[in-house]
């Protein structure tokens, strides 16, 4: 048998890579096991090959898991030896020493235990971040505990509020300018608790079925009418009021009524407390003892007596339902209008407004079994329309007009409700100077006892005026007329109301658009007043196309001057001086419409009284108020600067002034200074030899602008000084639905025009207004734009031709005339001469026909015949007090 050579054997663990894995860890790119993985005593591990086998010293054979399997062995042993590691670091294959990689984690000795295990320890990846049950419970345990103990502590910290301490009140006093006191009024006197069995049932069923038909069963608390609140504070919206009837209550009562997160609070603790300690009876009954009713009513039975004239127990469930209306807001359902303070609450539309909420709350009451049904059959039958306003003590002649300016001018410009204000306590110091105020009081009293016969002439009843005067460069208004007075039946201020056309005393804002913006013809270069245009009657507006303006049915619109004088080509200073239509609507369309309205509007004239912007636009038909248009030709006497008017200068409260007040309007420049010094001197020559000549008689340096509007509706007259701006305001008005009247043959006359009373009115005041005063003039006026000649000539040149007629009456024209022929417009321009077919027949004066007209006014207007333009404005001036807010000092809330 022959030999063979033994083989010698392998070394356990492997094989040779095995061996060779075991020498060098770092060799190939695996992980050697941790010391005491494998139980072997070199604490290494390696792959068999296949077939090969490896057996320990006691010849056992040993197999092998993955390496997962040994990666968790490793990590298992790694913990246990944690501390042996120095550094944290893994052991190689030699022991904490060795040269290999180890397999174990690094952790930290175990410290003190936390109060507070976030982020938990021994936790590793997200589970480190999750919170144990044990901290969840610990903290929600934490925050109930804590709010129970600010909830006791706000629960015992609030009181019970008092009805009688609500009802205390105090008066407003308001001061002249010069700072002598000028009325003290508030509601002190129209103020008394009544208790729960003087109340009637009806009223107390009323409110309950409109304001919180679970009353009697609720806890006396909304939480989610205090969540909206907050939520609606968080995001700086408006509030809301209380949900239940005992919040309103605790609201009522609440004097401070700032809307804070703290105070909302407050008033939740107060509601909890007093639905606790008051029973339902107690709680209606302060609720309806200091709740606001309007006209300065705390309280059911003031506002019985204000309303009703009787004491509250004697109240009708009718009754009874419209003062729960009230309660709604008193601004927005009184029958009688709140236009003064918001145009939108005026007469017509608060009636409405009531008219549905008192038909609602009966029904609601009838629904709810509190009325029968005879009891409803029998209140619902009519609306129970209260009586009108009464004066209050000391109200009386234009006290209240200055009363009622001025507190609408703090309401618009501080967060003072009109309940607060109402409260009292505030002291009003105004701009009025009271010998100004009496100045103007007594011209239009003298032009009335004057000029009007209202017992022996039918045509003069219902005649009002209204008028304000205004500081150029301050805005300060020292003056106003807004009517007969409380005391006789009179509540709308005249002088700060809207719905009366101001005719053509709107036409110095065109020319002073035509000076700034030029025409469409100029390239943007301003135009000059002795630039020429046509003058003559029934004149064919033109658009900037060359196409007629239109009316809304399609046909063609013609402008209508007072008469049918051919005046031919005229400068625009000599139609500004006669008052002529026609060349002011056709400049209107060339400057662009919306270019006059800016102009308008930078010189103070409110957004909600502007008409549509049609060619009657141009001669009038908005309605600003007579103290916004007093301010307006203000800017003209302060060569284009202009302030917005006030009527305020200081207003404290509890010995503190408000901050809203300590600085007056500052002044903006609204139009280049050239162009207010030559609309003051194109004014200066309406009073020197043209419509405003009565004028003249004031002795001094003036300008000023007569207007009147279509079918006499309305007369003014707007002029100034350097020191003092001053409009006049004359219409009648049907007092029963507040339209205008006209007022043709009026004062024994075919028609009143703004030159003639309006202007009496203005000259008697000026004269003593400016008494002791100098005469300072006006800055010179420095040419200015181009002058166009001929403004839509026709071309060629017509074979027709007229020369005009002397100018007529005594009125002088500005510069010697010249004995030159004007030509006539053409047959498209005008149908004064009867060239044009449409001017006759079917069409004609009577505005029937394609060819119908504009009727016009004596000094401009709008038209009763349909207007230009799909926009279709009639400028009848029948919006007087309308909810278009037309003009008012404020024009709104945000004044």
Not at 180 to 200: F, Y
Not at 665 to 671: F, Y
Not at 713 to 733: D, I, P
Not at 848 to 864: F, L, Q, R, S, Y
């Amino acid at each position: 048998m022959s030999e063979h050579r033994r083989k010698p054997p392998q070394p356990q663990g492997g094989g040779r890579a095995a061996a060779r894995r075991g020498q060098s860890g770092s060799s190939s790119g695996r992980r050697a096991a941790p010391r005491g993985a494998t139980g072997s005593p070199a604490d290494s591990y390696g792959s068999r090959s296949p077939g090969s086998e490896s057996t320990d010293p006691g010849g056992e054979e040993r197999s092998y898991g993955g390496r997962a399997e040994a990666r968790r062995a490793a990590q298992r042993g790694g913990r246990r030896r944690a501390a042996d590691n120095a550094g944290g670091r893994r052991g190689g294959p030699g022991g904490p020493t060795g040269p290999g990689r180890g397999g174990g984690r690094a952790t930290t000795a175990p410290g003190k235990k936390r109060f507070i295990d976030y982020p938990r320890a021994g936790k590793y990846g997200w589970r480190r971040w999750v919170p144990s049950w044990k901290l969840v419970s610990g903290l929600f345990i934490g925050f109930v505990g804590s709010l129970v103990v600010m909830v006791g502590v706000g629960y015992a910290m609030v009181s019970i509020p008092s009805e009688n301490d609500a009802a205390k009140s105090q008066n407003n006093v308001y001061y002249w300018a010069d700072g002598s006191q000028m009325v003290a009024t508030g509601t002190g006197v129209n103020r008394q608790n009544v208790t729960i069995d003087k109340i009637p049932e009806a009223m107390q069923w009323a409110v309950i079925s409109a304001e919180n038909k679970s009353f009697y069963q609720d806890s006396g608390v909304d939480p989610m009418g205090i969540a909206r609140a907050l939520g609606n504070m968080a995001r700086g919206g408006q509030t809301q009021g209380g949900s239940t009837i005992t919040q309103q209550f605790v609201k009522n009562t609440y004097l401070s009524q700032e809307q804070t997160v703290t105070r909302k609070f407050k008033e939740m603790f107060i509601s909890i407390k007093v639905g606790t300690r008051l029973d339902k009876k107690q709680i209606l009954q302060g609720y309806l003892n200091t709740s606001y009713y309007g006209r300065g009513a705390y309280g059911i039975q003031a506002a019985a007596r204000t309303y009703y004239g009787k004491d509250a127990l004697d109240l009708k469930p009718s009754e009874c339902a419209f003062l729960a209306a009230l309660l709604k807001g008193p601004t927005y359902y009184d029958p009688a209008g709140n236009a003064d303070l918001d145009p939108s609450a005026n007469a017509k539309d608060n009636r409405e407004r009531s008219e549905k909420r008192w038909r609602w709350i009966l029904d609601e009451m009838h629904n709810d079994k509190h009325l029968s049904d005879t009891q409803y059959q029998e209140a619902i039958q009519e609306y129970p329309k209260p009586q009108d306003r009464k004066a209050t003590k000391g109200m009386t002649g234009q006290i209240s007009y200055l009363v009622d300016t001025a507190k609408k001018y703090v309401l618009n410009h501080s967060k003072i409700t009109e309940a607060q204000f109402d409260q009292g306590g505030y002291q009003i110091y105004t701009t009025f100077d009271k010998k100004s105020v009496n100045a103007l009081s007594a011209a239009v009293k003298k032009v009335q006892k004057e000029r009007l016969d209202p017992k022996h002439r039918d045509l003069d009843k219902y005649v009002q005026f209204g008028a304000a005067s205004v500081v150029p460069k301050d805005g300060a208004i020292v003056a106003l007329y807004g009517g007969d007075g409380y005391e006789n039946g009179h509540f709308t201020n005249n002088a700060d109301t809207s719905g009366v056309p101001v005719g053509s005393t709107w036409k110095p804002f065109v020319l002073a658009a035509a000076m700034e913006y030029g025409t469409y013809k100029s390239d943007g270069e301003g135009i000059s007043p002795l630039s020429k245009y046509n003058g003559n009657d029934k004149l064919k507006v033109r658009n900037q196309d060359g196409s007629y303006v239109l009316k809304k049915d399609g046909s063609v619109f013609y402008q209508r001057n007072e008469g049918p004088r051919p005046w031919g080509y005229v400068t625009l200073r000599k139609a500004m001086e006669q008052s002529i239509n026609t060349p002011f609507v056709q400049l209107g369309m060339d400057v662009g419409m919306s270019k006059v309205r800016d102009v308008a509007r930078a010189s103070g004239i409110l957004d909600a009284s502007f008409a549509d912007l049609n060619a009657s636009f141009a001669i009038g038909t908005s309605t600003p108020s007579a103290i916004r248009m007093a301010d307006a030709y203000a800017t003209f006497a302060a060569s284009g600067e202009h302030a917005d008017p006030y009527s305020v200068t200081s207003v404290k409260k509890d010995g503190q002034e408000l901050r809203s007040f300590i600085t007056k309007p500052k002044r903006t420049r609204a139009m280049p200074e050239n162009v207010a010094n030559n609309v003051t001197d194109t004014l200066e020559n309406v009073i020197q030899n043209g419509t405003g000549q009565n004028a003249k008689a004031l002795g001094r340096t003036a300008a000023g602008k007569t207007g009147t509007t279509d079918s006499n509706k309305s007369a003014w007259f707007v002029g100034y000084t350097q020191q003092l701006s001053t409009s006049v305001a004359m219409f009648r008005e049907n007092p029963k639905d507040h339209e205008l009247l006209s007022m043709n043959g009026t004062a024994g006359v075919d028609s009143i025009h703004g030159g003639d009373i309006p202007t009496q009115v203005w000259t008697e005041y000026m004269k003593d207004a400016l008494k002791g005063k100098n005469d300072p003039g006006f800055p010179d006026a420095i040419e200015i734009g181009k002058v166009q000649d001929e403004v839509g000539a026709p071309s060629p040149t017509p074979s027709v031709t007229i020369t005009p007629s002397p100018t007529p009456s005594d009125s002088p024209s500005p510069t010697p005339s010249k004995t030159t022929t004007s030509p006539s417009p053409s047959v498209s321009e005008s149908c004064q001469l009867g060239w044009d077919p449409n001017c006759n027949g079917n069409g004609g004066a009577n505005g029937n026909g394609a060819g119908g007209v504009d009727t016009g006014g004596v000094d401009g207007g709008g038209g009763e015949s349909p207007s230009p333009t799909v926009t279709d404005t009639t400028g009848t001036g029948n919006t007087r007090g309308n909810g278009n807010g037309n003009g008012g000092f404020f024009g709104s809330q945000t004044g």
